[in-house]
Antibody
Framework: QVQLVQSGGEEKKPGASVKVSCKASGYTFSSYGISWVRQAPGQGLEWMGWISTYNGNTNSAQKFQDRLTMTTDTSTSTVYMELRSLKSDDTAIYYC????????????WGQGTLVLVSS | QTVVTQEPSFSVSPGGTVTLTCDLSSGSVSTNYYPTWYQQTPGQAPRTLIYSTNTRSSGVPDRFSGSILGNKAALTITGAQADDEADYYCVLYIDGDTLVFGGGTRLTVL
């Protein structure tokens, strides 16, 4: 079955960077893309961006374009999300999610990774 | 900027039927937006209920259904149960490369 297992929670200082991993299993890795979605405490879901695991192409929401990097390692079936210049309002649970039919629309979800940004 | 709007809250009686909607600030929602619906309970990752307008995700009971109603995407829950009490989110695929989530609907079953 499809499984997405994310790395553990992180605590960072403002201005630092965080890199979250998402290891996929149970399907052909390069056949489906991965989106990143975050959820601040008590808030709704926010789409950050998407990466093709086939060729590494990315799309991202405009608000993240200058500090978000998504990469893929086909040898380990792992996708990475790095967010730079962290601010306190980047405190959130970060989810990776695999698409099914249309590139980017999440259907299968990871368990989430809490990133806490605090001085 | 595109805004996707959902009802902030809704309430349904056990056994009742409720329809949640997903509206687009810039026009009508169609199947071209591949509306997708998620259920989230506290402390859990989202669970996909419906994708591409009306395709139920694996394991989702058939009392959950998706459609286009008028100019909005809709999620209908028929025969609501206590464990349907949750937050429900829709997402739309905009301009071929961007996703926008709605703000979510908190559903109460009482």
């Amino acid at each position: 079955q499809v499984q997405l297992v994310q790395s553990g929670g992180e605590e960072k200082k403002p201005g630092a960077s965080v890199k979250v991993s998402c290891k996929a299993s149970g399907y052909t890795f390069s056949s489906y893309g991965i989106s990143w979605v975050r959820q601040a405490p008590g808030q709704g879901l926010e789409w950050m961006g998407w990466i093709s695991t086939y060729n590494g192409n990315t799309n991202s929401a405009q608000k993240f374009q200058d500090r978000l990097t998504m990469t893929t390692d086909t040898s380990t079936s792992t996708v990475y999300m790095e967010l730079r210049s962290l601010k306190s309002d980047d405190t959130a649970i970060y989810y990776c999610a695999r698409d099914v039919v249309v590139a980017g629309i999440p259907v299968y979800w990871g368990q989430g990774t809490l990133v806490l940004v605090s001085s | 900027q595109t805004v996707v709007t959902q009802e902030p809250s809704f309430s349904v009686s056990p056994g009742g039927t409720v329809t949640l909607t997903c509206d687009l600030s810039s026009g009508s929602v169609s199947t071209n937006y591949y509306p997708t619906w998620y259920q989230q309970t506290p402390g859990q990752a989202p669970r996909t209920l419906i994708y591409s307008t009306n395709t139920r995700s694996s394991g989702v009971p058939d009392r959950f259904s998706g459609s286009i109603l008028g100019n909005k995407a809709a999620l209908t829950i028929t025969g609501a149960q206590a464990d349907d009490e949750a937050d429900y989110y829709c997402v739309l695929y905009i301009d071929g490369d961007t996703l926008v989530f709605g703000g979510g609907t908190r559903l109460t079953v009482l």
